[in-house]
């Protein structure tokens, strides 16, 4: 990684420049006032109002008429007026700030007259960052696009370069993980989950305001992705009181027929909420509240040959609660509090190839609070405060705690996770941060500090009740051709308290070079000690991420050239590291036993850990050097506004380096395909030899993983006037190598090169709202939202379905990895909507489509050739549902 730093840092040097970006919860406003010769005039007095909360600031612009307003509440709707003596007043209204980004307003000044020119602002110049590809949601559009969880984290779904599961969703090819999840500027990601801290989004939509997607090229300011960051902004209060209750329901009646059910099955859901935001003390402190229920009953279906088109439940509770309180305490210091609760239940059964009773139970509760301050210093100095502490509990237990039963292609029942469950009971980190902007002339400088403190509790001891693993069709495999079992001694360690500490500082400039040249440099260290997990390696300490980027906008500014390349860290992942402990030398023991060990158990049977001094056990450790994965990331692209529209069109490349890996340390010699091998036949060939109470496979966690990634990325949005709307196309390639995927070969990984899991060739994504004008007789006054999705299809493995390379990992496979492919995806939700007034109040009628067309879309696939159903769906998405929902705003 120092090689490429230090490539990466000459690049920085010799461009000498970053963008800069404020924190989430505010914006920046600058540009320029000019007479009509188009002279910069020094002198204009510049002021921004925002109608909403009282906010006032003034600014002069400087000798070549520049002006720059920075920490701004990034929320309601402002003007901006610009004024000096000899000239008409120009005002522009009704435009919106960027969160965490620096919009562009300018101002050309026509000679004296009595009177002021009042401009409806059509749109900021977004992105004066432009180095950095990015998705700005905004609030309008967030809260009219169709969306099923109403979940902001699933808006990302709809930014180019996203693919996968809409709760966790991939960027660029890579796994979910690697893109960071923020609210407000501070974590809302589970070093423990690998994602988000709650199950879905953990906020009410309501308390949203806006969300930012970036995708690649993001300044130094963010870190602890390799890949993007999704940034959320929470809604405040005004200076007048508004609020809300509302409804959302589904009905089994309004919905179709799954796919795989031979009849429609029951199933509701029900959503309420309650909003109320306002004043404590006009112009001066504010607050917001929020509240949500939601109560789901559904029906998965099971299509195992082992029973008859059983229908099994699938049901989930979740409350939501949601509390800020902004208070001004003076013009230039702003003091933000929030609290945020959200309480999860699910008895979650998946149907497919899971038998009736077999699932997880899922307990989730989250609590987290936040405080920020803001301080203008000075009219050219910015700093900006968080602490947050965040509480995370996560337990998952099985169903069905008994032993597990998987027949390739045909079935699975019984347990997994063990007698302790699998979660983090609990989950606190502590974070604080301070950021710093300076600008001076065409600078914009940044430097920020901050620290992350993590501790969890895990208990674990998976397979603890056995397993059996089976060829396929009970009548074709009645014997079973491998065992595993969970066992814990009585020394064993089943339990683990990691603590993770990490610190990071970064630096920053934005210079405009000239007026159509802005070059953007930075730098980011991150350093992070994983501590009280056994066998863990030191801390990685040349994590140094340089970063650079530059925009060129010649002539009018309306086309903008850029490119840029930077080099970015992955945090580490608790789950993964805790396995050092949970599964190591001192702690449970996992055995595996082929079909013909004379130990074998009859089943049902299990084992108990007297048999460990007889039989050889798998062990997972860390690799001494293991250390921080990251990317290099590099962009080119051309951006410009076509008839209201800004249209943009990307190069982006990512390449994963030192990825977080496991193999078999003591892996059996490579064998030749398509050559049958027994257990006792492959355990010759390892480099230590397994005996009675001695160690057959040795998991290593390391760093040998590689992604490659290349993409072009289309977009084109709108944000002003009745039509708004996000659309992209991606054309992508992504392949990578033992990313965290226990290759089917551990001495051969180049055999493991191919397509990653979220390699989808094309993309398609189109968020829209439409405001139909009142002059239109009968549509007059009615909204129509709509999502649009296209994925081609995405790869999965072909496998024998048994273990005839010996190996005991039940992978063998006659060819690559990922060479299977899933049909396409493709899915339209519509949501037609109409305001009636009420007096004072207004009633919001809605009614959404979701999956409108009712296209079939399959979901897993069996990739076993010893099973019947071999390249077959076994689970599908759902098909059209109707949703009913009223608001009642006041």
Do not use: C
Not at 121 to 131: K, L, M, N, V
Not at 136 to 160: C, E, M, N, Q, Y
Not at 608 to 636: C, E, K, M, T, W
Not at 666 to 672: D, L, Q, T
Request: aromatic content about 10%.
């Amino acid at each position: 990684m120092k090689a490429v730093a230090s490539a990466l840092l000459v690049v920085v040097l010799v461009l000498a420049g970053v963008s800069a970006s404020a924190q989430p919860a505010t914006g920046t406003v600058g540009g320029s006032v000019s007479a009509s010769s188009g002279v910069g005039l020094a002198g204009a007095t510049v002021t921004v109002i925002n109608a909403d909360t009282g906010v006032t600031r003034t600014v002069v612009t400087g000798n070549d008429g520049e002006y720059l307003i920075q920490g701004l509440p990034a929320t309601g709707t402002w003007e901006l007026r610009a004024e000096l003596e000899g000239f008409a007043t120009v005002s522009r209204v009704g435009f919106a700030l960027t969160p965490g980004g620096r919009d562009t307003v300018s101002f050309l000044l026509i000679p004296s007259r009595r009177e002021t020119l009042e401009v409806i602002a059509e749109t900021a110049i977004r992105d004066q960052q432009r180095g950095t590809i990015q998705e700005v949601i905004s609030d309008r559009l967030a809260h009219s696009i169709p969306l099923a969880g109403r979940d902001f984290i699933a808006l990302a779904t709809l930014t180019p370069g996203f693919t996968g599961n809409p709760i966790a969703p991939s960027p660029n090819g890579q796994i979910y993980w690697t893109n960071n999840i923020l609210v407000d500027g501070a974590s809302h990601y589970s070093k423990w989950r690998s994602a988000a801290r709650t199950f879905y989004s953990g906020y009410s939509l309501e308390a949203i305001q806006e969300v930012q997607v970036m995708t690649s090229q993001f300044s130094p300011e963010y870190g602890d992705a390799l890949a993007s960051i999704t940034s959320a902004v929470t809604r405040s209060g005004t200076n007048e009181r508004h609020g809300s209750l509302l409804f959302f329901g589904q009905s089994g009646a309004l919905q179709d027929q799954p796919v795989f059910a031979t009849r429609k099955p029951p199933a509701s859901s029900a959503r309420v909420g309650v909003t109320l935001g306002g004043p404590i003390a006009q112009d001066r402190t504010f607050y917001f509240a929020s509240y949500e229920g939601r109560r789901a009953r559904a029906k998965n279906f099971v299509v195992s040959p082992a029973v008859d088109n059983t229908e099994v439940p699938d049901d989930e509770d979740e409350h939501l609660a949601f509390l800020k309180v902004d208070h001004r305490v003076s013009s230039n210091d702003l003091v933000s509090m929030r609290y945020n609760g959200q309480w999860f239940r699910w008895h979650h059964e998946p149907g497919g190839l899971s038998l009736p009773g077999t699932g997880t139970k899922y307990r989730n509760d989250v609590h987290t609070a936040l405080i920020s301050v803001t301080q203008l210093v000075s009219t050219h100095i910015l700093n900006q405060a968080r602490f947050q502490f965040a509480r995370y509990d996560d337990l998952r237990t099985d169903l069905n705690p008994s032993v597990l039963v998987s027949r390739a292609g045909y079935s699975v029942e019984g347990s997994t996770l063990g007698p302790y469950g699998f979660g983090v009971t609990p989950e606190d980190t502590y974070e604080a941060a301070d950021i710093l902007t300076h600008t001076a002339g065409r600078h914009a400088i940044k430097f920020g500090t901050g620290f992350k403190y993590v501790r969890a509790h895990s208990d674990s001891l998976p397979f603890g009740a056995g397993a059996y693993y089976f060829g396929g069709d009970p009548a074709l495999y009645p014997q079973p051709y491998a065992f595993a079992q969970g066992l814990a001694p009585a020394n064993a360690t089943t339990s683990v308290d990691s603590r993770s500490i990490a610190s990071f500082g970064f630096a920053q400039d934005e210079w405009r070079a000239t007026d159509t040249l802005t070059l953007n440099y930075g730098l980011r260290y991150d350093i992070e000690q994983v501590r009280n997990v056994n066998g863990f390696a030191a801390p990685d300490r040349n994590n140094l991420q340089p970063r650079a980027s530059v925009t060129w906008s010649p002539g009018t500014g309306r086309l903008t050239f850029r490119g840029g390349t930077g080099l970015y860290t992955q945090q580490h992942l608790l789950y993964y590291v805790n396995r050092a402990q949970l599964e190591g030398a001192s702690g449970a023991a996992l055995i595996t036993l082929p079909g013909s060990s004379p130990l074998m158990p009859t089943y049902p049977e299990s084992l108990s850990a007297g048999v460990l001094s007889l039989i050889p056990r798998d062990i997972f450790r860390v690799n001494p050097g293991f250390h921080n994965p990251y990317s290099v990331q590099s962009a080119a692209g051309v951006a410009t506004v076509i008839r209201g529209f800004s249209v943009a069109a990307d190069y982006i490349y990512l390449a994963g380096r030192d990825l977080m890996s496991i193999v078999d340390a003591n892996a059996p010699a490579s064998v030749g395909k398509p050559v049958f091998r027994t257990v006792a036949q492959a355990d010759a060939t390892r480099p230590q030899a397994p005996v009675p109470g001695g160690l057959r496979k040795v998991i290593e966690l390391g760093n040998r993983g590689r992604s490659w990634y290349h993409a072009l990325q289309v977009k084109a949005d709108r944000r002003v006037g009745s039509f708004a709307m996000i659309s992209s196309y991606t054309l992508a390639r992504a392949r990578d190598m033992a990313n965290y995927e226990l290759p089917e070969d551990s001495r051969n990984l180049d055999a493991e090169i191919g397509p990653a899991d979220n390699d989808v060739r094309h993309a398609v994504s189109l968020g829209l709202t439409w405001q139909i004008p009142d002059t239109r007789r009968v549509i007059g006054g009615w909204s129509v939202s709509t999502a649009v999705q296209y994925r081609s299809g995405r790869p999965f493995t072909i496998t024998w379905g048994d273990d005839r390379n010996g190996t005991t990992q039940n992978d063998a496979r006659p060819g690559g990895r990922n060479t299977g492919r899933t049909d396409d995806y493709r899915t339209i939700d519509l949501a037609l909507s109409r305001r009636l007034s009420l007096g004072a109040h207004t009633l919001e009628l809605r009614a959404e489509a979701f999956n409108l067309l009712s296209t079939t879309n399959y979901d897993e696939y069996v990739g076993a050739l010893s099973s019947a159903f071999f390249g077959q769906p076994v689970s599908a998405f759902p098909k059209r549902r109707l949703q009913l929902a009223g608001v009642v705003r006041f």
